[in-house]
């Protein structure tokens, strides 16, 4: 998989070779656990060409709903709660969702900013730009001439957690439904740039971005530090062993795994190795998705824009700002810590088991870049809590673990909350700040409210209410 190095580029290189072969073995353990029980992991996009152009066509001209509108996504994701048909943003409806491994693609969120683009596969090309050289990537380029990697990331809105925000702030009203698990499949991004000789030492920016925008307005644009992109970042064409849907992305978009899904650009369409991210006026029409938005601003400031930045991890930023260490609005990118009851649901009713007279408390747990350490469960609205067990696949920190937690429940009604802790200590912690408190980072026990409602981890909001019988 690695071109020719120089002796200078042998510790690059063997450490990307382990990096591979960690995924490969990843992928045997995947396949003998069951995790992906029926997706053929090498080879199966190209196997699936023909699937892949009759799903790009979905819904037009064949009688059924037109897309870019309500009933066009009740038909095909039927699991999703719709907050807009045009552009299409939805999430998952039931709490139940959140039980499994895998999310199915009918109750995986959809978070767009333009309606879908109907893309022919076959004509698509990326272009990617390398200072003075400029090189065409095809879907086919993609399947056949780089090696397929498979993995598994936990892909959730930025803004997922937002109308638990008081006051409210603008933007769609994600409750805990903007994320779902899947694997992913694609072509290395590190393989692609080292076939083509580009600059890739540390310091340097991969700029990514769409091709779904209408003519004149914004393109949506990230820029991706180069480390990453060299260590796990993947051009991704399948989830879950089927072609992407247009909704995700379809023929292809970036997988960035770990890190929040604004840096994951779908309809992938151009590529740049940078020495900076996109900054300036040469970049007006990219850098909105950058450099204003996708940022935890506090009440009353605004983002200002940067070259660089030295820090990824969103909590490290926010404790970084909030401590006077950190000279910019944070960024996000990589995940925080956080968790999901997915059973018993909101409001519901339950009654203990016959054999033992508990309630199992099921769910979901996640941290990004980083892994899960463990999870505990309050039966009483936090004033006490006990650790809850991981079940199921374990492959690795992008994609997240589930839990489970017997309750030995006593009728009546109780407010339940999940709280997890990640490999470095952080925790999620209760109620999201008042924002006169003009908080940056997680302090005093509270979540900092910001202007757009990102990165919520707060664990009251996502807490539910439970009625035991007798």
Not at 35 to 46: I, K, Y
Not at 242 to 261: D, I, K
Request: glycine share 10%; aromatic share 10%; charged share 25%.
């Amino acid at each position: 998989m690695q071109r020719q190095s120089t002796s200078g580029e042998d510790e690059r290189s063997g450490e990307t070779g382990r990096r591979r072969r960690q995924l490969l073995d990843r992928r045997k353990f995947m396949m003998a656990s069951g995790a992906l029980a029926g997706l053929s992991v090498t080879g199966s996009a190209v196997a699936k060409q023909e699937q892949e152009e009759s799903e790009s066509d979905e819904g037009e001209g064949d009688g059924g709903p037109e897309r870019g509108t309500p009933e066009y996504l009740e038909e095909h994701y039927p699991g999703l709660r719709i907050y807009s048909p045009d552009p299409e943003n939805a999430e998952a409806a039931a709490r139940e969702t959140y039980t499994s491994y895998l999310t199915p693609k009918e109750e995986h969120y959809i978070r767009n900013h333009y309606l879908s683009p109907q893309i022919d596969a076959e004509e698509w090309e990326i272009e990617l730009r390398l200072g003075e050289e400029t090189v065409s990537l095809s879907m086919e380029d993609l399947k056949r001439e780089y090696s397929t990697e498979s993995v598994a990331h936990t892909m959730q809105c930025s803004g997922n957690g937002r109308s638990y925000f008081d006051p409210e702030v603008a933007g769609n009203p994600w409750t805990f439904g903007a994320v779902g698990n899947t694997i992913w499949t694609g072509a290395p991004v590190s393989e692609i740039l080292e076939a083509h000789d580009a600059d890739t030492s540390d310091g340097k920016w991969l700029m990514a971005a769409g091709g779904d925008h209408p003519e004149g307005e914004r393109i949506f644009a990230r820029s991706i530090p180069m480390q990453k992109v060299m260590d796990d970042c993947l051009l991704t064409y399948e989830m879950d062993g089927e072609p992407l849907s247009a909704e995700h992305g379809h023929p292809v978009r970036l997988l960035v795994p770990g890190w929040m899904g604004n840096n994951n650009v779908k309809w992938l369409r151009e590529l740049e190795v940078m020495d900076m991210m996109m900054i300036g006026e040469e970049w007006e029409q990219y850098l909105h998705w950058q450099q204003n938005s996708y940022r935890i601003i506090p009440e009353g400031e605004e983002a200002e824009h940067n070259e660089t930045i030295d820090e990824f991890d969103t909590w490290a930023q926010m404790e970084a700002a909030a401590n006077g260490e950190l000279d910019h609005l944070p960024y996000i990118y990589d995940q925080v810590v956080k968790s999901i009851i997915g059973y018993p649901g909101e409001e519901s009713t339950v009654s203990p088991r016959a054999q033992d007279g508990s309630v199992e408390v099921l769910g979901v747990a996640w941290a990004g870049d980083d892994r899960v350490e463990s999870v505990e469960v309050s039966t009483d609205g936090g004033e006490s809590w006990e650790e809850a067990e991981f079940f199921g696949p374990d492959l690795g920190p992008g994609g997240w673990r589930q839990f489970r937690y017997l309750w030995e429940a006593e009728a009546g009604e109780h407010v339940l909350y999940s709280r997890a802790t990640d490999e470095n200590g952080y925790t999620q912690f209760g109620p999201i700040s008042d924002p006169g408190a003009g908080l940056e980072a997680i302090s005093d026990d509270q979540f900092p409210w910001n202007q757009d409602g990102y990165a919520c981890n707060a664990y009251e909001p996502h807490g539910v209410t439970v009625t035991v019988e007798e």
